[in-house]
C-alpha cells in the first residue's frame, strides 16, 4: 500500500478567522501558515516499517562455546572395556579376559608369529600391549564375545628401517551397496566370513624385534626378545602385508581384481554365473547364485587362513541386513549403532527433532574459546568424536545427517 502526499503547499486556516467579530468595524489580521513538503514523497509500509530485533531463544545463551553443537555431560558413560592389562586381571570379568588372552597366544604360537632371541646388539625392541574388545553378537540372544588382541606400539618404528611402504586397500562403501543391490534384485546366496587373525597372515620383509607380551613372559627367558617372522596388529606395514597375501592367493585361484575397487574380486562359472568376494580388512562378503559356489571358496578360504563362517550375512561394517527375499528387497540399516553412540554420549534421552539448530544459528570461528576456563570446559566436550560417530552414520545409511549441520 502506498500513499502519495500532495506537493503544493497547503493553507491552513487560523481558527480565529472562524470567529466572529466582537464589533463590525474591528478587522482581525490573520497569517496565513505555509506547511512544505518535500519532493520525492512515495512511502512504503512494507520497507519503511520498524523492524523487530530478533534474539535468539535462551537456550542458546551459551552459544559463544563450541558446546552448542553437542551438548555432553561432564561424566560420559563409563566403558566396560578394560584399557590395559592391570584393568584387566582386576575386573570382575577378569577370567573372560584371561581366557580371551590365552586364545590369541595359542593362534600366535600356532602361526609361528615370532621366535624368542637374545637381545642384538645394537637393536632396540618395539613394545606392545594388551587391547580388549566386546564384540557384539550377530544375533541379540547371544552374550557379547571377549576378544583379546596383542598389538605392537608402531609408533616407534623408523621409517626406511622397521617399515617403508605402509598403504593398504580396504572396499568402498559404494561397492557394498552395489553388491547388496545385486543380490536383492537377483536374489543371490549372501554369506559372510570373519579372518580370525587376518594381519598374522603377512609375511615381514623387515627385522623387527618385539619385547614379549605382559602376563605372558617365558620363565627363565626374561631378557629375551620376540623376533617377529610375521606381521603383528600395530606395525605399521601390518595392512599391507596382510593384502598383499590375500591378494596373491585370490590371482592364484582364477579370481579378478576390479578395475575400480580393488578390494572387490569377482569369478565367472562355466554356466555364466559370477561368484563375488568383497574385503575389509578382515571381514569378507561372498555373493554367488549357486550355494554349492560359495562353499567351494569357503573350503579354499579355511585351506590357507584361519576362518570363522558367519552363515547368511546378518551385519557388515556396523550395518543390519535384512532380507526379505519373496519381495527381492534388502534392507539397512544401523539402529544398534546409533543407538550406541547416543548412549555414549548421553543424548539417549533426548527429545527427536527435525532440525537440530534454528535456521539463523551459524557457525563461526568467534564462537570458539578463547578463555583458559572455556578450552578447559572444551577438553572435556568430545565435540569431534560426536561428529566423526555421526559421519559414519551419514557414510553408511543415513545421507539425511548431512543436511541437519
Request: glycine share 4%.
Amino acid at each position: 500500500m502506498e500513499v502519495e502526499f500532495p506537493t503544493s503547499p497547503v493553507t491552513i486556516p487560523s481558527p480565529v478567522e472562524q470567529q466572529e467579530s466582537s464589533s463590525p468595524n474591528e478587522h482581525v489580521v490573520v497569517e496565513e501558515t505555509t506547511i512544505s513538503q518535500p519532493q520525492a514523497t512515495t512511502r512504503s509500509i512494507a520497507r519503511d516499517r520498524p523492524r523487530r530485533q530478533i534474539v535468539p531463544p535462551k537456550r542458546y545463551a551459551e552459544a559463544e562455546l563450541v558446546a552448542y553443537a553437542f551438548i555432553v555431560a561432564n561424566d560420559i558413560e563409563s566403558e566396560t572395556e578394560p584399557l590395559n592389562y592391570d584393568e584387566a586381571i582386576k575386573s570382575k570379568d577378569s577370567s573372560d579376559w584371561m581366557i580371551a588372552m590365552h586364545n590369541e597366544m595359542e593362534s600366535l604360537q600356532r602361526n609361528g608369529t615370532w621366535d624368542l632371541v637374545p637381545i642384538p646388539k645394537g637393536k632396540r625392541p618395539v613394545k606392545c600391549k594388551w587391547v580388549y574388545k566386546l564384540k557384539e553378537p550377530v544375533n541379540p540372544n547371544e552374550k557379547p564375545r571377549y576378544k583379546a588382541r596383542l598389538v605392537a606400539k608402531g609408533y616407534s618404528q623408523i621409517p626406511c628401517i622397521d617399515y617403508t611402504d605402509i598403504y593398504s586397500l580396504v572396499v568402498k562403501h559404494t561397492s557394498i551397496r552395489a553388491l547388496l543391490g545385486l543380490v536383492a534384485s537377483n536374489d543371490y546366496e549372501l554369506e559372510q566370513l570373519d579372518v580370525t587373525t587376518a594381519f598374522l597372515n603377512g609375511e615381514l620383509e623387515e627385522e623387527i624385534f618385539m619385547q614379549q607380551p605382559e602376563g605372558f613372559v617365558v620363565p627363565g627367558k626374561e631378557d629375551y626378545i620376540c623376533k617377529l617372522k610375521k606381521s603383528l596388529y600395530g606395525l605399521k606395514q601390518s595392512p599391507r602385508q596382510w593384502y598383499k597375501r590375500f591378494d596373491s592367493f585370490m590371482t592364484s585361484h582364477k579370481f579378478s581384481r576390479c578395475t575400480y575397487d580393488s578390494c572387490v574380486y569377482f569369478k565367472k562359472g562355466d554356466d555364466g554365473s559370477k561368484i563375488y568376494l568383497l574385503l575389509y580388512v578382515d571381514d569378507m562378503l561372498i555373493a554367488a547364485k549357486d550355494i554349492k559356489e560359495i562353499q567351494k571358496l569357503k573350503n579354499q578360504l579355511k585351506a590357507d587362513f584361519e576362518m570363522k563362517d558367519l552363515g547368511a550375512a546378518k551385519k557388515i561394517l556396523g550395518m543390519e541386513i535384512v532380507r526379505d527375499r519373496k519381495s527381492r528387497i534388502l534392507h539397512l540399516s544401523q539402529k544398534g549403532y546409533i543407538e550406541k553412540v547416543l548412549r555414549r554420549f548421553n543424548m539417549h534421552e533426548a527429545k527427536p527433532a527435525n532440525t537440530p539448530f534454528a535456521a539463523h544459528f551459524k557457525l563461526s570461528s568467534a564462537l570458539s574459546p578463547t578463555t583458559e576456563t572455556d578450552m578447559e570446559y572444551m577438553t572435556r566436550v568430545p565435540y569431534s568424536s560426536a561428529v566423526g560417530s555421526l559421519m559414519y552414520a551419514m557414510i553408511c545409511t543415513r545421507p539425511d545427517l548431512a543436511l541437519c549441520s
